[in-house]
């Protein structure tokens, strides 16, 4: 015999009218996502080192860093950096330098890398160097290219996935509402300014995944529930599917969200952004299932699911 669980988000018998929001919610979600397409556009995202190109030092001070003198050495070593920030303790600092231009690019990169080095170590003497990596312009743009297109064939086989799993009516509106999770996150990156790189586009394909798992789970549900109650009307039957599922819903998406938390907050430069944008994307996604893939299956009619659900 099964035992309850100690603790539920909302108690078995309560019933929820999702579906009574769903005009506001399907606005919100538009209105979102149309200013997230225009912020990838001005001001746009700040691209890492993987897709812009460049020199990024990483050193530690032997105590707190003194900005302004590591600023003043590398200007008088004629290096003027992209940026000189800090990053998780007063002693980490991130030097960000443009990809140098014209010929014999490597043996200008190295020479940057080794100015940057000895500048600092005057400065701040007993400075060790953590990390000098360095990505030319042509592989800078490849990279990118190849992350965009990552991203576009993971929404294409995801799209597979679920018109096969299910019916046509379900993988519509699940990349719909998968295409407006990823620009809202989009939108975060280009006003939170987490620099997007190759860590960004694994957060991406990550929440594609995440929110993915979550909408078949419902997906699930409604599609039992229309062989189940076959006079019961579509939006009832909606409203009835998540809340059969909200627990899990809710379970499993506060789970990853206290996973990931500890991690956007202790995890340093190189896991800070990327759990941050995660935490984000859990919220959108949690959300997004319940009120917008189940509107969009609304929208698309009863008499419509009815039939493939008869035929299945």
């Known amino acids: 015999m099964l035992s309850r669980p100690l603790f539920r988000f909302v108690r078995d018998d309560r019933r929820i009218n999702f579906m009574r929001g769903r005009h506001m919610g399907l606005i919100v979600s538009a209105v979102l996502s149309i200013a997230s397409v225009i912020l990838f556009f001005q001001p746009g995202l700040k691209l890492g080192l993987d897709f812009r190109g460049g020199i990024i030092v ?142 960004m586009v694994a957060a991406l394909l990550t929440i594609l995944g995440y929110s993915t798992n979550d909408k078949v789970v419902v997906y699930d549900r409604i599609r039992e529930n229309l062989r189940k109650y076959r006079t019961m009307p579509l939006r009832e039957l909606l409203d009835l599917s998540i809340n059969e599922t909200l627990n899990r819903t809710l379970g499993t998406s506060m789970t990853v969200f206290l996973a990931a938390l500890p991690l956007a907050l202790f995890g340093g430069s190189t896991l800070t952004g990327f759990a941050t944008v995660m935490l984000f994307g859990i919220v959108v996604g949690t959300s997004s299932s319940i009120f ?21």
Do not use: C
């Not at 001070?61 to 003027?80: M, Q, S, V, Y």
């Not at 189940?294 to 929208?299: C, H, Q, R, V, W």
């Open 292 to 312: 917008i893939a189940a509107p969009l299956l609304l929208l698309m009619g009863e008499k419509r699911l009815r039939k493939e659900a008869v035929a299945d």
């Open 58 to 199: 990483e050193a530690q001070t032997p105590g707190p860093a003194d900005f302004g003198k590591l600023r003043a050495a590398l200007d008088h070593a004629g290096i003027h950096p992209d940026a000189v920030q800090a990053f998780g303790s007063p002693r980490d600092v991130r030097i960000s330098i443009n990809a140098p231009e014209g010929a014999d690019r490597e043996a200008q990169t190295q020479k940057l890398v080794d100015g940057v080095k000895s500048a600092i170590s005057a400065a701040e003497p007993g400075t060790q160097v953590l990390r000098a990596d360095a990505v030319g312009a042509s592989v800078s743009s490849e990279l990118f290219r190849d992350g965009l297109l990552a991203l576009g064939f993971s929404l294409a086989m995801i799209l597979i996935y679920i018109w096969v799993r299910f019916e046509r009516e379900f993988a519509i509106s699940a990349v719909v509402t998968l295409i407006l999770d990823l620009t809202k996150t989009v939108g975060f990156l280009a006003i939170t300014r987490f620099e997007f790189d190759l860590v």
